[in-house]
């Protein structure tokens, strides 16, 4: 299969103090392909999908989701933002300064008893005080807007949702579902990057909004088929058993039709039989089209479905191929058996 | 484990059953009142004003889950703008409704506009800003003395006016009614809101951000919405309750206590209930407007509350009674009298 | 140039500050120790130091009572006997309350979200609140005979009043200033020992940095939390002494604003960090005196609170504090 790659890890770093997670690992997912990524406990997995989905920034080193890089740039967008959060704070700094003086030309000057308020003359009178003495206000307030909002700007530059907006989607090692919420309300948000509705419609519950809700639970309810959990889309979350909350993280992260899916451990705490209905289920998912990665212990699932394997050991990259040839690397036998005593 | 099937889902109705009955009670109070004379559909005006108050909360603090300390802050604000731009004294003059309107249209700002730079903050943080925020609303109505009137407070403001219906002081029966309605078209509204993508985001927010943020929902642009709705209410309560009173009172009077008197009308009554808050405003301005000044009357008139001593005065134990009510509910029925999320459809 | 700037004024705003904001500081410490190891804003402490003052001012009316001494001659001449008994006596009241607080407030709700754990320390906040009103009422000379009880009360200066400057001195700095220095720089170099070298610190320390490894490592994390609790409420204790006897007065609704003003001052040094409390609180009372003098009092929360945002926004995690990570 020539795939193009739709995951490029470049030598990437995840230092955390002194402990170095995950040291400069290259890895390439290609798209349309089932990846696994395995390794002792402590190897830095999850680590890695951490620095991949965004929750955290990589020390070093980048990552590239279907060859671009997930990171908010300093275009044109940015430099609005900016902009717009200084004239919107020089422009309380200089009223806000001046405000009495203001309410003085604005509006007690203006005001002829008995007459209704005239508001064009009042906010002329308003803005003439602001450009006439809010000057030094202005500037300072309008400095430290767009300073401000750079620096909130400079620190969220790749968060994880970003990272979800350009089609990653994760479950989770220790789940972590909306527990208070029911099976199709996790389902729905997963959805929420595809759906439209704004506040007002939402607020007035305007015909679009309500469409857009119902197709949403239909699909939602489809979802939850699809990974096996039919028929009880009402219950909250946290009144599923373990290895269905498993399933459900999976259709919450499948729900955002996302163009690769990070799977972290789905079979941690199943049963054989439901270990060949994941294996089954992550076949499906590779069949709709979306690329799938997992860090799995279970050996069976790894050989069975990858295509391609990485080894990480103590967050280095020390293989990577098919499940046959992993399966005879001796730098992967040492690392999950230990080195051969020799003599 | 209540499982629907999909044949039998319903899209929410416009209010739940909880709430109907709620609703249906309280309208019945001043029917009542037609055969007998309690007096009560007066001083319960101001539970229907705190309730408004106490959903604008609730959406902050019980769907979105972040602890606002400062919703008197807001309440202020709507009753100042309000009273800046209804009453005579002033030059506006807009009248009872686009006053109210403007009120909440000002407070949704002012909410938005503080949550604007501290809403990436972790959530204790907000608890402090929002604290520190209700403390300078003060600040700043007593110093902008030209525009504000001080410590004295602006009265009189006008009084609601329906259709050729005006209200009165002797009238309470009627304005009983209109707030009661403007109450449930803000739990409607509200509901919607609850129902709907916008109120699913609050909830992901609220029940795991991590989880919400790889979903790419953003948090702060639900938070701030989630703010500024909080505030809208508020202020839309405390230009309500000014109005009742005819007189916005002095700054001082929207203080921390009064913050905590909202949060205790969401805790105690519910959090993420709507329903639970209107039980809670009941319970809680019913005791802080209503049974502790008549408790302290009775004692008065047996001759055994004098002015001079502190404890023989209901009024205070009122931080005592706010306080208890809020540990003992965190410590043995966390989830408030009438629980979320069971009274749903 | 300036002629409202007057460096005699200057000088004093700074010492007025400067003492404020040790004061400030210790009372931030209680916060700032507590949240490092529970991430739990304990609402209550700055209404403990308002409890403290209050068992400050009626040992110092049973003194008076018993003619241990007399009260002609507050200010004129030093307590020091007096002083140092109530900063340990008040210390231990506050360090035992907090323990008493946490133990039956905070503790049942250790596993519970922190939403509930920060709305029941803001009801015991309302309680011991409600407990200085009442403790205002009792009928004492010093409390104002039990008339008022909600009225603010005078406390008398337990040190001399004379100004060491001189008599012609402009600046005025009297052995009021001078003891709070005495007293919070060694409970803070202690503090700070502490937390270095004993085995209950390095337990502390290691809580904080991450509760479940420390008790899966031995240590009794209950007993640290327990020991925290008593710490900052000494430290808390102690500084409503200094805090009455350098303001002279007392009333039952400061634990408030010197909850907020010390709460501020752990969030600008970094919030769980011990320098960054002292450096924040000495920041606090020195921007609070600056802007009571050049900008007006009325001002003076403003300042403070557009302070907390702007350091909010450009550095969330305070002065001196160091990044956390969600753990996923």
């Known amino acids: 299969m020539s795939a193009t790659p739709i995951i490029e890890v470049d030598s990437v770093s995840m230092r955390f103090g002194g402990l170095v997670a995950v040291s400069d690992v290259s890895l390439t997912v290609d798209g349309g392909s089932i990846t696994a990524v395995i390794g002792p406990n402590g190897a830095g997995k999850t680590t890695l999908f951490n620095a991949i989905t965004g929750v955290y920034d990589p020390s070093a080193g980048r990552v590239l989701i279907a060859g671009r890089e997930t990171i908010v740039p300093l275009d044109a967008r940015a430099w609005r933002s900016i902009f717009l959060y200084g004239i919107a704070s020089a422009f309380l700094a200089a009223v806000f300064l001046n405000v009495e003086e203001i309410w003085l030309s604005a509006v007690t000057e203006n005001y002829v008893y008995l ?24 500037l300072v307030g309008g400095v430290v807007g767009a300073a401000g909002r ?17 089609g990653v989607a994760r479950t989770f090692q220790n789940i972590r579902l909306f527990p208070e919420l029911s099976l199709a309300e996790n389902v729905m948000v997963g959805m929420d990057r595809r759906m439209h509705a704004g506040f007002f419609a939402s607020l007035f519950r305007l015909p679009n909004a309500a469409l857009e809700r119902q197709k949403a639970r239909e699909e939602a309810t489809r979802l939850i088929e699809f990974v096996g959990l ?8 946290r009144n599923l058993p373990y290895g269905h909350q498993r399933r459900l993280e999976i259709a919450r992260a499948l729900a955002s039709r996302p163009a690769v899916v990070l799977l972290d451990e789905p079979a941690a705490g199943m049963n054989p039989t439901e270990t060949v209905e994941l294996m089954e289920l992550i076949r499906r998912i590779q ?57 | 484990m209540g499982t629907t099937s999909r044949a039998t889902y319903k899209p929410a109705g416009l209010l739940s059953r909880g709430q109907c ?16 004379d309690l007096g009560i559909s007066a001083p319960t005006r101001f539970v229907l004003g705190f309730a408004i108050v106490g959903i604008g909360l609730n959406v902050v603090v019980g769907f979105t889950g972040l602890l606002h300390l400062g919703i008197a802050a807001f309440m202020a604000i709507g009753a100042y703008a309000f009273a800046i731009l209804t009453c005579t004294i002033y030059p506006f003059q807009l009248g009872f409704w686009p006053g109210l309107f403007a009120a909440l249209c000002i407070g949704a700002l002012a909410g938005a506009f503080l949550g604007a730079p501290t809403l990436r903050l972790r959530g204790d943080y907000l608890a402090i800003v929002t604290l520190g925020f209700g403390e300078i609303v003060q600040d700043l109505l007593k110093n902008l003395e030209p525009i504000t009137k001080g410590t004295q407070g602006i009265n009189p403001l006008p009084a609601p006016w329906f259709f050729g219906l005006t209200f009165a002081s002797d009238t309470p029966k009627s304005w009983y009614f209109l707030y009661l309605a403007i109450l449930i078209l803000c739990t409607i509204l509200v509901r919607n809101l609850e129902h709907s993508r916008v109120g699913r985001q609050w909830f992901a927010v609220r029940e795991d951000e991590l989880a919400a943020r790889c979903m790419a929902i953003r948090p702060d642009k639900v938070k701030l919405t989630a703010l500024a709705v909080g505030a809208g209410l508020a202020a839309l309560g405390g230009a309500l309750l000014a109005s009742l009173i005819s007189s916005t009172g002095e700054p001082g009077n929207y203080d921390f206590q009064i913050s905590i008197l909202a949060l205790c009308i969401v805790i105690v009554g519910g959090i993420g209930s709507m329903t639970g808050v209107i039980v809670g405003a009941l319970v809680m301005v019913g005791m802080n407007s209503i049974l502790l000044p008549i408790l302290g009357q009775k004692l008065q008139q047996a001759g055994i509350g004098t002015t001079t001593s502190v404890y023989l005065a209901p009024d205070n134990y009122k931080y005592l009674l706010f306080g208890l009510a809020l540990v003992l509910m965190m410590r043995f029925r966390p989830k408030g009298i009438v629980a979320a999320r069971e009274e749903d459809h | 140039m300036f002629d409202w700037f007057d460096s005699d004024v200057l000088l004093q705003q700074l010492l007025l500050g400067l003492s404020n904001g040790m004061i400030i500081a210790l009372i931030a410490l209680g916060y700032t120790m507590v949240y490092g190891i529970i991430e739990l804003i304990n609402f209550a402490h700055g209404d403990l130091f308002m409890l403290g003052s209050f068992l400050a001012l009626t040992l110092v009316g049973a003194a008076m009572n018993c003619g241990l001494v007399d009260p002609a001659l507050m200010g004129e001449s030093s307590h020091w006997w007096l002083l140092g008994t109530l900063v340990v006596v008040c210390g231990i009241f506050c360090g035992g309350l907090n323990l008493c607080i946490d133990h039956f407030a905070y503790k049942p709700l250790r596993r519970a979200s922190k939403l509930s754990q920060l709305v029941a320390a803001i009801g015991v906040s309302f309680i011991i609140v409600n407990l200085g009103l009442f403790w205002g009422g009792l009928p004492m000379e010093v409390l104002g005979g039990g ?94 002494v200094l805090y009455a006897n350098y303001n002279s007065t007392v009333s039952f609704q400061m634990g408030f604003r010197a909850g907020m003003d010390a709460f501020t001052a752990a969030v600008l040094g970094g919030i769980g960090s011990l320098p960054g409390a002292m450096l924040g609180g000495l920041l606090i009372g020195l921007v609070r005196a600056m802007s009571d003098q050049y ?34």
């Open chain 2, 21 to 36: 009955l709620l609703f249906g009670a309280l309208l019945l109070i001043p029917c009542i009142e037609l055969l007998f």
């Open chain 1, 150 to 166: 750079w620096a909130i700007w400079s620190r969220t530059r790749r968060t994880p949702e970003i990272v979800a907006e350009s």
């Open chain 1, 230 to 237: 039919g028929s009880s889309v009402d219950v909250r979350a």
């Open chain 3, 147 to 240: 008339g008022a009880a909600a009225a603010p009360k005078d406390f008398p200066h337990l040190v001399s009043d004379v100004n060491l400057l001189g008599e012609e001195s402009f600046v005025v700095m009297t052995w009021n200033d001078v003891v709070i220095f005495v007293v919070t720089i060694p409970l803070m170099i202690g503090l700070t020992l502490f937390v270095k070298f004993t085995k209950l610190g390095m337990a502390m320390r290691a809580t904080a940095q991450h509760a479940t490894a420390a008790r899966l490592m031995g240590v009794d994390v209950n007993k640290v939390i327990a020991a925290t609790f008593a710490i900052g409420g000494f430290l808390g204790g102690a500084a409503s």
């Open chain 1, 115 to 138: 007459k209704p308020f005239p508001w064009l003359e009042g906010v002329g009178d308003a803005g003439a005080l602001v450009i006439a003495h809010g000057g030094w206000a202005a």
């Open chain 1, 287 to 343: 069949g709709t089209g979306t690329t799938v990665v997992l860090i799995e212990h279970h050996m069976r699932v790894v050989m069975g479905i990858s295509e391609k394997i990485a080894v990480l050991d103590h967050g280095e990259k020390i293989a990577q191929g098919t499940p046959t040839q992993i399966r005879n690397d001796p730098k992967c036998i040492e690392a999950y058996l230990g080195k051969e005593e020799l003599g």
């Open chain 3, 295 to 328: 900008v007006g009092s009325e001002w003076t929360n403003v300042v403070v609170f557009s302070l907390l945002v702007l350091i909010l926004i450009f550095r969330p995690t305070g002065l001196l504090g160091l990044k956390q990570r969600e753990k996923v």
